[in-house]
């Protein structure tokens, strides 16, 4: 079974995608994520020049070999935008062996660890009152883990809080806008959120807390101690990861679990961080991090010390990445959480799927391959509009981590 052509798609319902979509000899196709948010036509001209050609003509049955060729065999390795497109690749050849074996991929991974996939949704809101009313409507939702962000008395905007309520898009302009932070304003703020929300909802909803790189190891350090009465389950991206060893003060100083890796892209980014036993729980994703093949082999490494997984599943991944994600939860041994923000109509209707949430769990499609599709006439409804992630920077106008 061989592949004859390769389509990279570029759509826009509501946000923009990209999606591969790997045509066989045999007539059955499957799909692939390729979306790298505010960079999405990168990836797309990678693959179309450089992917598609050395595609064509390739056994499709041949995953692993496939991901060797594409990853040792260029020069220029890792990286985001080589390695969504990897992951593009990897994703679609696992829906086709699923399809063609008439199985769903969790199957193809071992079979089901669990019954079903815990996910967290987002409550964010400018005040504290606001978030509470927003948790309470997870909760009534069925959710059992909600991660909380509210604006900091102070500053004008804050990243994670959006204008409407269930729904957050960060990617909010074509040039990138300006956030304002200040660590001293929202390390005094957050214990204070996490007090009224555990008072409001008891001990037992897992509750998580997002950082997004912005602070120092030893601030870090001081906002997990004061965090550690409400007993969250984790504080993640407390820093920027790139020196993997500064995770140690954070580690040496509170009990608050950390998790890390949405913007990681290979086993390289997290080695240390795993084999030291720095972080409880790895954020890496589908279609960042190289697609199932890869992602495996992260939770593989992180199963033997102690870390689990807890992808990442914000908007910006298609429903095509989520899709993959669950399988890939459902059958590793150490599944964490994964996060679920829900799609807006107009992108469900362009990824048709199969996968459904029910009492707090997400359960993949019991379809053979992944469960997920792309309503190509449907996508060329929506062209792509330039969209970008903002920047932060301190009161002062210093360029700040985001
Ligand atoms: O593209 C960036 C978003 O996915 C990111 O801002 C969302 O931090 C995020 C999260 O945890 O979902
Ligand atoms: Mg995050």
Same mark, same amino acid.
């Given at each position: ?27 059955? =196709?499957?799909?692939? %994520? $390729?979306? *790298? ?7 797309? &001209?990678?693959?179309? !020049? @450089? +992917? ?115 729904? =957050?898009?960060?990617? %909010? $302009?074509? *040039? ?7 660590? &001293?304003?929202?390390? !005094? @703020? +957050? ?131 989520? &899709? ?79």
């Amino acid at each position: 079974m061989k592949i004859v052509d390769a389509r990279v798609i570029v759509t826009c319902p509501d946000r923009n995608f990209v999606t591969l979509k790997i045509i066989t000899s045999s007539g059955v =196709y499957g799909v692939g %994520d $390729a979306t *790298l948010n505010g960079r999405e036509l990168s990836v797309a &001209a990678y693959l179309s !020049e @450089h +992917v598609v050609p050395a595609l064509i003509g390739r056994d499709a049955s041949r995953i692993e070999d496939t991901w060797q060729y594409l990853y040792r065999g260029a020069y220029w390795r890792r990286g985001p935008v080589t390695m969504s497109a990897v992951a593009a690749v990897d994703t679609a050849l696992w829906d086709i062996k699923g399809k063609v074996a008439g199985l769903p991929v969790y199957q193809l991974l071992g079979g089901r660890s669990r019954e079903g996939v815990t996910v967290y949704g987002h409550a964010n809101a400018a005040s504290t009152d606001e978030v509470l009313s927003e948790i309470a409507d997870y909760v009534e939702l069925g959710y059992k883990a909600v991660r909380v962000q509210t604006g900091v008395p102070g500053l004008e905007s804050t990243y994670g809080v959006g204008k409407d309520r269930m729904f =957050y898009e960060p990617a %909010d $302009a074509a *040039l990138p806008t300006e956030n304002a932070w200040s660590t &001293a304003h929202y390390l !005094e @703020h +957050v214990p204070t959120v996490f007090a009224r929300v555990r008072e409001e909802f008891g001990p037992t909803l897992r509750l998580l807390h997002d950082v997004h790189h912005r602070l120092t190891p030893i601030e870090a350090a001081r906002l997990g101690k004061s965090l550690e009465p409400y007993h969250l389950t984790w504080m993640e991206d407390p820093v920027p990861a790139e020196l993997q060893e500064g995770f140690r003060l954070i580690r040496q100083h509170t009990t608050t679990p950390i998790a890390v890796g949405e913007v990681f892209n290979t086993i390289w980014d997290c080695r240390q961080l795993i084999t030291e036993q720095l972080i409880d729980y790895v954020r890496a994703t589908v279609v960042h991090a190289g697609g199932i093949t890869h992602l495996r082999r992260i939770f593989d490494l992180a199963a033997l010390h102690h870390v689990r997984s807890g992808s990442h599943g914000a908007t910006d991944l298609s429903p095509v990445c989520m &899709a993959a994600a669950l399988h890939l939860d459902l059958a590793i041994p150490n599944f964490g959480l994964q996060e679920y923000m829900r799609h807006t109509p107009a992108t469900d209707a362009v990824f048709p799927h199969g996968y459904h949430f029910a009492d707090g769990y997400l359960h993949p499609s019991e379809e053979p391959g992944l469960g997920v599709d792309i309503d190509e006439e449907e996508a060329a409804r929506y062209p792509y509009r330039p969209a970008s992630l903002p920047v932060n920077r301190l009161q002062d106008g210093t360029m700040h981590d985001w």
